[in-house]
């Protein structure tokens, strides 16, 4: 079970039970095992994750200011080369823990950041595969496992010249 810090109430555990009456004033939502910790989403759509303890809401330009205004930071993590920083998830303000209206508002705003970023993954056009020559004269899609022979390309038949 995890647990986090509450202003002036020490640990409180963070398990389902107390995320679900924690977003209650926000709305249904559905939460998941993930990482090491928790997702949770609306609509089908993550934009809260309970990692290391901590509560983060997803964020983009238009809502980072707001954390970046109450001293919040993005969520991080160390590997053994690096110290990796995840901007689009930043940590909830503890005194949000405390009032249930604020804390509503701020996740719908997570909510539709997270709908932003969805809108513009799903915009990206897609690549199409690449193709490879192989000694033989097939063609070979990348990561494909059989090849594709195709046929010599005709010459045109010649017409017969007037005159």
Same mark, same amino acid.
């Given at each position: 079970?995890? #647990?986090v810090s509450r202003a002036g109430q020490g640990l409180a555990p963070m398990d389902r039970d107390y995320l679900t009456d924690l977003f209650e004033p926000f709305g249904p939502v #559905?939460?998941?095992r993930m990482f090491s910790g928790f997702g949770i989403s609306a609509d089908g759509i993550t934009f809260a994750l309970v990692i290391q303890g901590a509560l983060y809401l997803r964020a983009? !330009?238009?809502t980072i200011p707001r954390f970046?205004?109450?001293g919040s930071q993005p969520f991080s993590y160390t590997t053994r080369l690096? #110290?990796?920083t995840v !901007?689009?998830?930043?940590?909830?303000?503890?005194r949000l823990l405390d009032d249930a209206d604020e804390l509503a508002e701020w996740s719908r705003a997570s909510l539709a950041a997270a709908e932003r970023a !969805?809108?513009?993954k799903a915009r990206k056009p897609r690549k199409p595969a690449a193709v490879a020559k192989t000694k033989a004269g097939t063609t070979k899609a990348k990561? !494909?496992?059989?090849a594709v022979k195709l046929a010599p390309a005709k010459k045109p038949a010649r017409l017969p010249r007037k005159g």
């Open positions: 079970m995890l #647990t #559905t939460i998941r983009d !330009a238009a970046e205004a109450e690096r #110290t990796v !901007a689009s998830y930043w940590r909830l303000p503890d !969805a809108l513009k990561g !494909a496992k059989k």
